[in-house]
């Protein structure tokens, strides 16, 4: 289960074990990804790809499983669910892992925003910023209740002007 992720945006990493513990080395027939919307991303041991095919697990060992989510923009408001599985065939049986993630539309403000007249953020979407925002002075930036900030690592906020933000305890 993925946190909520942007849309256009890779998620951070998640990592799983599959474990062999029996005394005799085990061939999985198939490790496969169920869905071909090609949301998520696996590798397995080092291997990227949507299907692995006769994959030896000596007795003892192990393998890791990493996945990853890139969601296309859905054009939507509200988060969208989306959910896959990743198939594992060994000695005739199967089993599986459910991959499950919300993914958000945002406003991705990639490059330096320079606010020059009075503007009114939403909470429609969040607000993705990658640079900066300045907000010049005489000119006002409120931010609705509800409205979210995301805010990449060396992002940031200048305001000259007037910053407004209009929250409340039911919707901060």
Known sequence: ??????????????????????????????????????????????????????????????????????????????PLLIEDEIRFLYNGNYQRIILSAYSQDANHLREKIHITKDTTWTDERPFLIYDSIIVDSAVTLTIKEGTTLYMKRNATMLVDGTLVIDGSVEKE
């Open 1 to 78: 289960l993925f946190d909520t992720v942007i849309s256009q945006t890779i998620s951070p990493t998640a990592a799983f074990k599959i474990y062999n513990k029996t005394e005799e080395a085990i061939k999985i027939a198939s490790i496969t990804l169920n869905s071909s919307l090609n949301y998520f991303k696996i590798n397995i041991n080092g291997k990227s790809g949507t299907s692995f095919s006769n994959v030896e697990l000596r007795s003892g060992d192990s393998l890791f499983v990493f996945v990853q989510i890139v969601a296309d923009v859905h054009e939507e408001n509200a």
